[in-house]
């Protein structure tokens, strides 16, 4: 129906950036938001940052001012900038979107994960 595909994960020193892509394709008519989770070993998964249709971006008060969502929507693709990388960011990252198809209605879609590891 709709899939998800997560890339640019990786391992990085301390300090040290990555950027997260998140492809959308299937039977869209329409995203209304995408959202990026992550979950470290142990935890539950949490909120990083998430963008709506019209633009509008939320973060995790953990990140802010260090990671930067943006959308392509043209290309039903999302990004997560990540600057300023610490050890507590490491985890795997989760790609989230809500929209409608053409076909079946609304979906809620999931990736697979890519893995941010942070370390010297």
């Known amino acids: 129906q709709v899939q998800l595909v997560e890339s640019g994960g990786g391992l990085v020193q301390p300090g040290g950036s990555l950027r997260l892509s998140c492809a959308a394709s299937?039977?869209?008519?329409?995203?209304?938001?995408m959202t990026w989770y992550r979950q470290a070993p142990g935890k539950q998964r949490e909120l990083v940052a998430g963008i709506t249709s019209n633009g509008r971006s939320n973060y995790a008060d953990s990140v802010k001012g260090r990671f930067t969502i943006s959308r392509d929507g043209a290309k039903s693709t999302m990004y997560l900038q990540m600057d300023s990388l610490k050890p507590e960011d490491t985890a795997v990252y989760y790609c989230n979107t809500l929209g409608t198809t053409f076909q079946y209605g609304a979906f809620n879609s999931w990736g697979q994960g890519t893995q941010v590891t942070v370390s010297s």
């Open positions: 299937g039977n869209i008519f329409r995203i209304n938001a």
